[in-house]
C-alpha cells in the first residue's frame, strides 16, 4: 500500500494509495460523502455494497458504491454526484 | 450476448468456491461470478495491507487457475427469466444460461437501528472490517467494537492490525452465556484454536460482556457513545463504531427464483435436502444463504452441491458428515448468543429506521405491513431496495417492507433494455 496514484476528486487532483477502494481514498483525501434525502451527512457503512450510502460518481457514471470500486490513477470521482 | 455454462455459481466466497472447484474437478463448464472485484467473499476479503491466509489463498487459486471455471468479477445479477440469469458488470448486460445452479449469496450483517446510528463514522462490524481491508486509514484511530458473535474479535483483530486503537470489545451477551459457549468449543478445536489465536493478537484489548451501545453523538461526524453495561451507562469519545448483530442469510435471489425459504429467527433461509437441492430440481444453494454456519459449512456445503450437480455423489456420505459436525458449530453458537430483547428497542421514535429515505420509526407506527409502510412512507424503497431496514423491522418485529421484484439490484436502462432470455 506504500506506492501512491493521483485521483481528481470533487475537480482537486489528490494523491491517495495504490489498490484501495474509492471509498477508501476518499478518506484519506479527507472529503465527505454524500447526504441523505433529508440532508443528513453518511458515510460507508456497511462496507460490502448492501447499503448504498457511499455513492458517488465515478468518470461521469453516476451512483456507484464507492466500496466496490479499486481506484485507478487518473480516475474522476464526484462525491455530490 | 448470451453464455450458457453446465453449472453456474453465485457468489464467490467460500461456499462459491468450494462449489466452482468441484464441479470443474468433474469435467463440468463452470462460470463462477461475484459482485466484488477479488473472489474470497467478506470472511476471505481481500486485504490491500496483509496476505490473505493460506487457506483462502489456496481456495482461491484453485478456482481462478482451473481451465474450466470462467471467472467474472464484479458481475450482478439483476433478474432471473426462463432458465437463465441477467447478470451486469461494469462493461456489459448479458444472460447467462446454465445445466445446473448453486446460489452462494452468503449474508448480510444484522445492523440494527439506535440514536445516532446513521452517523458517518458508525459502520457494521463486519462493515468496519471490509473498510479496513480496503484500505480505509485507520492508523492511530481510536475504534469501539460492539454488537454480537465472535466476528467482533475478527473485526477488533482487523482494525489493530491496520493500526487502530481498539478501546474495547462489548458484546451483548451476557458472560455466562459467552462461557458456556467457550466451555463448549472443545468438539470443535479448529474454531478453539481461532479463538485463541485471536485473543493473543487482542491482548490487552476490554471484553466486556453484557454491554450495549445505547446512542451515538456527533454533528457531522460520530464523536462519541454511549454503552450500558453491568456497570450502568458510560460515555466513550471515539472515530469509529464498529456495530453489528451477527448475519442474516441473504436469500433474495433464491426468492426471485421461487425456491422455497423458511424461517430462521425473524428472517428466512433456504431449504435444501442432503445434497443441497432447493425445492428447485437443478438450482442448490449453500453456504449462509442456507442458515448462518460459517467458513466451515460453506465449504463442504460448496463441495457436496459442486459434485451433486456433476452426477458425482460417490463420496456424498463424508461429507455430509462433516457438514452435521459443522451445523452444529452453528446451533452451538446460536444457542449462546442469544440478543437481548432490549436491543430490538433501542430505537426512538425519531429514530431513521429507513435510512435511503429518512423515514422515522414514529412514521411507521400503526402500519399494519410493509406495503402500507411503503406506499404511507417510501421505507424500503431507496437505493437498498430494503436491504437493511426489512432485516431489522423484522428483528424488531415489526411489518416490514417485503415483496421482492426485479431488478434485484439498482442496474443500468441498458441493463434493463437487453433482449429478451434466449432458448437455449
Known amino acids: 500500500m506504500s506506492a501512491r496514484m493521483h485521483i481528481t476528486l470533487n475537480g482537486n487532483v489528490v494523491e491517495v494509495p495504490e489498490g484501495v477502494s474509492v471509498a477508501a481514498a476518499i478518506a484519506h483525501a479527507g472529503q465527505a460523502f454524500g447526504r441523505s434525502p433529508g440532508g443528513r451527512r453518511r458515510g460507508p457503512f456497511c462496507g460490502m455494497g448492501v447499503c448504498f450510502e457511499c455513492r458517488v460518481s465515478i468518470d461521469d457514471i453516476a451512483q456507484q458504491r464507492s466500496c466496490m470500486v479499486t481506484v485507478r490513477e487518473g480516475m474522476r470521482v464526484d462525491t455530490d454526484g | ?424
Open chain 2, 1 to 424: 450476448m448470451a453464455e450458457r455454462y453446465d453449472v453456474l455459481v453465485v457468489g464467490a466466497g467460500p461456499a462459491g468456491l468450494a462449489a466452482a472447484a468441484a464441479a470443474a474437478g468433474q469435467g463440468a463448464r463452470v462460470a463462477l461470478l461475484d459482485a466484488q472485484p477479488r473472489a474470497g467473499g467478506q470472511v476471505w476479503r481481500h486485504d490491500v495491507g496483509h496476505r490473505a491466509p493460506f487457506s483462502a489463498r489456496r481456495h482461491i487459486a484453485a478456482v481462478q487457475e482451473h481451465p474450466r471455471v470462467t471467472w467474472m468479477a464484479q458481475t450482478q445479477v439483476v433478474a432471473a427469466e426462463h432458465g437463465s440469469l441477467l447478470a451486469e458488470d461494469p462493461r456489459r448486460a448479458h444472460w447467462l444460461g446454465y445445466g445446473a445452479l448453486i446460489l452462494a449469496t452468503g449474508a448480510r450483517e444484522l445492523l440494527l437501528p439506535f440514536p445516532g446510528w446513521t452517523l458517518p463514522g458508525v459502520a457494521g462490524a463486519g462493515g468496519l472490517q471490509a473498510l479496513a481491508k480496503q484500505g480505509w486509514p485507520m492508523r492511530g484511530r481510536r475504534v469501539v467494537v460492539a454488537g454480537s458473535g465472535p466476528l467482533l474479535l475478527a473485526t477488533a483483530a482487523t482494525a489493530r492490525r491496520h493500526g487502530a486503537q481498539v478501546l474495547g470489545i462489548h458484546e451483548q451477551a451476557t458472560f455466562a452465556a459467552v462461557s458456556r459457549f467457550a466451555g463448549g468449543l472443545w468438539r470443535w478445536p479448529a474454531k478453539a484454536l481461532q479463538a485463541a489465536a485471536l485473543r493473543t493478537r487482542l491482548a490487552g484489548v476490554r471484553y466486556q460482556c453484557g454491554s450495549v451501545v445505547v446512542a451515538a453523538h456527533g454533528d457531522d461526524q460520530l464523536r462519541e457513545i454511549e454503552l450500558d453495561g453491568p456497570r450502568g451507562r458510560q460515555r466513550v469519545a471515539c472515530d469509529y463504531l464498529a456495530v453489528g448483530y451477527g448475519l442474516v442469510p441473504d436469500v433474495r435471489m433464491a426468492q426471485m427464483l421461487g425456491c422455497r425459504l423458511e424461517p430462521e429467527g425473524a428472517h428466512a433461509r433456504v431449504v435444501v435436502d442432503t445434497e443441497q437441492r432447493s425445492s428447485i430440481g437443478n438450482v442448490f444453494a449453500v453456504g449462509e444463504t442456507c442458515g448462518i454456519g460459517g467458513r466451515d459449512c460453506a465449504l463442504v456445503e460448496g463441495e457436496i452441491a459442486g459434485r451433486t450437480a456433476t452426477g458425482a455423489t460417490a463420496d456424498l456420505p463424508a461429507l455430509q458428515r462433516r457438514r452435521r459436525h459443522a451445523r452444529a458449530f452453528a446451533a452451538h453458537l446460536r444457542e449462546h448468543f442469544v440478543l437481548d430483547p432490549r436491543i430490538r428497542a433501542l430505537a426512538e421514535p425519531d429514530t431513521l429506521v429507513c435510512r435511503c429515505e429518512d423515514v422515522p420509526l414514529r412514521a411507521l407506527e400503526g402500519l399494519q405491513d410493509g406495503r402500507s409502510a411503503k406506499l404511507a412512507t417510501r421505507c424500503g424503497m431507496g437505493p437498498c431496495q430494503g436491504r437493511i431496514c426489512g432485516s431489522a423491522l423484522a428483528e424488531m418485529g415489526r411489518p416490514a417492507p417485503n415483496g421482492l421484484r426485479p431488478p434485484l439490484f439498482p442496474a443500468r436502462l441498458a441493463t434493463l433494455a437487453e433482449a429478451e432470455a434466449p432458448a437455449w
